[in-house]
């Protein structure tokens, strides 16, 4: 199969992408303590896999009140700025673009990660929700800690969420970013809004859906008016349930969103969909109802083989396919799938949140180098 498709161009609002494969955000912690900087190790990392069209990077807390894991980078003071600047310029300089995927945990945190309560729509605690630490473990691996029950976010706290999602879009535009990708999904602060098991509250962020979209929508509007509507994204995940996040409504919510986004005209909707082995599929007429919601470009993400990928392009229900384990042990993922070349081994899970330095990250192959290492 030649994938005529996935190695076209598309032109992604001002940007024109070499091919349609999208580098999935995957949280890595590998940023420089203290203070969550971004640093040459990762720009190491993101310019080895720039054979991707467009890049979405890890999620990038825009506070410390924002940060739910440890070692994970923010988007919030000058240093974080100059870290990503370098990365940023990296990969510019092998021909991809990068969006930098502005995030808020939301309850899905503990103090002993940023030493603050956790806050949250309504003052409920996700069940058999971990977050992570560093606490010297063997082999450097991450341990895994319950979530702590977060506080109710009031009026001030909504307002300040809202200041700090605007703050990261501008400083990402000063880092070289090409755009940002709104976290609306996987459980953080933003999905937990549009939920109705996760948000309870009575005011008028929280009831009736379009209440719970709210939040979202403002922010988006926010951001669009702070950097351009062709450089906003936002990524959502209909069909997943982990964190505690199951909502017989949320497909109508949502719906709703996405049509409300429409009219915002930002430039692209993100499907983050399970990437498990026996994970639901999403089904066909919710594609191409998605389709008739939002007109601008759609990205899907979700453990897909470039054939799949392909079909879904060649249909029209998709515009750019996201890959994410592939890319993680595959730095080169467009050009072995182009030469139907093997793989690298499944990913080092040791070193997958951080732990490793470069092991487990930068160290994985190109296929020239394996070539001649042959010969």
């Not at 640093?39 to 054979?51: D, F, I, K, P, V």
């Not at 996700?126 to 691996?141: E, I, L, R, W």
């Amino acid at each position: 199969m030649e994938y005529k498709r996935l190695f076209s161009s598309y032109r992604l609002g001002e940007n024109l992408l070499k091919n349609r494969f999208v580098m999935a955000p995957m949280t890595r912690s590998r940023s420089s303590q203290p203070g969550d900087v971004p640093n040459e190790l990762m720009a190491t990392y993101y310019g080895q896999r720039s054979a991707a069209g467009l890049i979405i990077t890890e999620a990038t807390q825009v506070s410390l009140q924002g940060k739910g894991y440890a070692n994970t980078p923010g988007i919030y003071t000058r240093e974080q700025i100059a870290g990503w600047k370098s990365i940023t310029e990296k990969v510019h300089d092998k021909g991809s673009k990068i969006f930098l995927q502005l995030w808020h945990v939301g309850r899905v945190s503990s103090s002993r990660v940023n030493g603050l309560q956790p806050i949250a729509p309504s003052s409920i605690t996700a069940s058999k929700t971990d977050v992570y630490v560093f606490d010297g473990a063997p082999n450097g691996d991450a341990t895994f800690i319950p979530v702590e029950q977060p506080r109710e976010m009031d009026r001030g706290d909504v307002e300040q969420v809202k200041r700090e999602f605007v703050n990261g879009a501008r400083n990402a535009m000063e880092a070289g970013f090409d755009g940002v990708e709104i976290h609306a999904a996987n459980g953080y602060l933003l999905d937990q809004f549009l939920r109705s098991n996760s948000n309870k509250r009575t005011d008028e962020y929280g009831g009736s859906m379009e209440n719970r979209v709210r939040l979202l929508l403002e922010i988006t509007e926010l951001i669009a008016e702070a950097i351009g509507r062709d450089k906003v994204g936002v990524r959502l995940s209909p069909f997943i349930k982990f964190k505690d996040m199951d909502d017989p409504e949320i497909l109508y919510t949502i719906m709703l969103a996405a049509e409300k986004l429409d009219r915002l005209d930002i430039v692209y909707l993100h499907l983050c969909e399970a990437d498990w082995g026996d994970a639901p599929k999403i089904p066909l007429l919710f594609r191409r109802s998605l389709r008739t919601k939002f007109k601008n470009s759609i990205i899907a993400t979700g453990n897909k083989t470039p054939s799949e990928g392909e079909s879904l392009l060649e249909d029209d229900l998709v515009d750019l396919i996201g890959f994410g384990r592939n890319f993680l042990a595959n730095p080169d993922y467009p050009e072995r799938v182009k030469k139907h070349a093997v793989l690298n081994s499944i990913f080092d899970t040791h070193t997958l949140f951080g732990g490793g330095g470069a092991r487990g990250y930068t160290d994985y192959p190109f296929l020239e180098n394996q070539l001649q290492q042959k010969t």
